[in-house]
T-cell receptor, first 111, second 116 residues
Framework: QKEVEQNSGPLSVPEGAIASLNCTYS??????FFWYRQYSGKSPELIMF????GDKEDGRFTAQLNKASQYVSLLIRDSQPSDSATYLC???????????FGSGTQLTVLP | DTEVTQTPKHLVMGMTNKKSLKCEQH?????MYWYKQKAKKPPELMFV???????INESVPSRFSPECPNSSLLNLHLHALQPEDSALYLC???????????????FGNGTRLTVT
């Protein structure tokens, strides 16, 4: 079982819709959770981080964490074509002292 | 613009060459990282420095040699690389809090390396 799993996609949504990206993790001791956006040929860019159960909102982005179910999600409201990118979920496990990345979900927002 | 600066942006080298990748950050972060990323794959951790000391080496071949001259600089020395080492090399930095590296990583723009 992979430590951090994401649907690879591609996920396509129409402009203005809500994009929902999901991530599950295997280590119950995981402490910190991050979402990065990566455009093709570019480096990952931090979008959100969340440490506590519940929702965390920042503009059009909402991160949701459910430690009991071991999943973290990212919602993008009012999706724009500029949101088209690969979204990487990263988890800091309880035992390891470094991030484990999921394989990424490719999102395409259609005009 | 990223606050972690990497040079060069692109590098083409032969298998017998020696080259170095450089990374600089001025955010006061005391943890610095090297990652390798192949196309359509997530970043893979190579090395972690904490307070200028190597704390994690993910079994990286010795043809990659990291160096942390001071708290702001991180180098990756390359020697006798193979074509399969061609990838995007990413530097990152973060704060160090307690025993966990739970602050976000901030990535540089990367160096696109091609080994011929």
């Amino acid at each position: 079982q992979k430590e951090v799993e994401q649907n690879s996609g591609p996920l396509s949504v129409p402009e203005g819709a809500i994009a929902s990206l999901n991530c599950t993790y295997s280590d119950r001791g995981s402490q910190s959770f991050f979402w990065y956006r990566q455009y093709s040929g570019k480096s990952p860019e931090l979008i959100m981080f969340i440490y506590s159960n519940g929702d965390k909102e920042d503009g059009r982005f909402t991160a949701q964490l459910n430690k009991a179910s071991q999943y973290v999600s990212l919602l993008i409201r009012d999706s724009q074509p500029s949101d088209s990118a690969t979204y990487l979920c990263a988890v800091l496990s309880g035992s390891a002292r470094q991030l484990t990345f999921g394989s990424g979900t490719q999102l395409t927002v259609l005009p | 613009d990223t606050e972690v600066t990497q040079t060069p942006k692109h590098l083409v080298m032969g298998m017998t060459n020696k080259k170095s990748l450089k990374c600089e950050q001025h955010m006061g972060h005391r943890a610095m990282y090297w990652y390798k990323q192949k196309a359509k794959k997530p970043p893979e951790l190579m090395f972690v420095y904490s307070y200028e000391k190597l704390s994690i080496n993910e079994s990286v071949p010795s043809r990659f040699s990291p160096e942390c001259p001071n708290s702001s600089l991180l180098n990756l020395h390359l020697h006798a690389l193979q074509p399969e080492d061609s990838a995007l090399y990413l530097c990152a930095s973060s704060q160090v809090t307690g025993r966990s590296y739970n602050s976000p990583l901030h990535f540089g723009n990367g160096t696109r390396l091609t080994v011929t």
